[in-house]
């Protein structure tokens, strides 16, 4: 899709310094769990652009990012500020890393990346399938989705910044599936290492690095 402009839907808090906004789904706009878009705002005259990872199942009427806030940071706390109605210059769907009806989903997860593994395990389980979600957070988000998902009979392990991966991860892959890695480069590396610990290549594993 080609950048136009979308309306806000909703935007609503979802944790610690984080909010969940959802947009107006545009005609024509095929987007799966797990690709991200291009959102862009005026800031003191100066277009400031971010990359955000689609959190939502669906984008069937909506479709949902979710932002932390940074006070200081040039665009998140606009994005913050948003309200019903209004406009954001939105470009996308992008990324070949996402959800594609796997029979069993491993999302591992690290800060931000709870976004994407949220909705990517929803979709799984609406579509019939499974889902493991590992999702590592000092200050965990979208806890209402992750309890949720766990009721549902996903297999959920949230855990703070400091434990292993090792053993939450070996959990979720003992019965295989599609593995997803969301998160900064740090979180990948210890992701990696954990897979690794438990004799699973990461050769096919769907990767997103957010920096």
């Known amino acids: 899709m080609d950048e136009r402009v979308l309306d806000v839907v909703a935007v609503r808090d979802v944790g610690p ?110 579509d019939g399938n499974e889902a493991a979600v590992v999702y590592q957070d000092d200050a965990p988000v979208h806890e209402d989705r992750l309890d949720a998902l766990a009721e549902a009979g996903a297999l959920v392990s949230v855990i703070d910044g400091e434990a292993s991966l090792t053993e939450p991860v070996a959990d979720a892959v003992e019965d295989g599936g599609q593995v997803f890695i969301y998160g900064f480069a740090d979180f990948l590396d210890a992701a990696t290492e954990a897979l690794e610990a438990a004799g699973v290549s990461t050769d096919d594993a769907k990767v997103e690095n957010f920096g």
């Open 17 to 126: 310094g984080t909010v969940a906004i959802d947009f107006e789904t545009p005609d024509a706009f095929d987007a799966q769990p797990g690709q991200f878009v291009k959102l862009t705002l005026t800031v003191d005259g100066e277009d400031i652009s971010r990359f955000y990872t689609i959190s939502s199942p669906t984008v069937d009427k909506a479709f949902e990012i979710t932002v932390g806030i940074d006070p200081d940071g040039e665009l998140a706390p606009q994005l913050g500020a948003l309200e019903a109605g209004d406009g954001v210059r939105i470009a996308g769907p992008f990324g070949s890393d996402y959800y594609e009806g796997e029979s069993r989903v491993v999302v591992l997860a690290g800060g931000p990346g709870v976004g994407p593994a949220v909705g990517i395990a929803e979709r799984a389980l609406d």
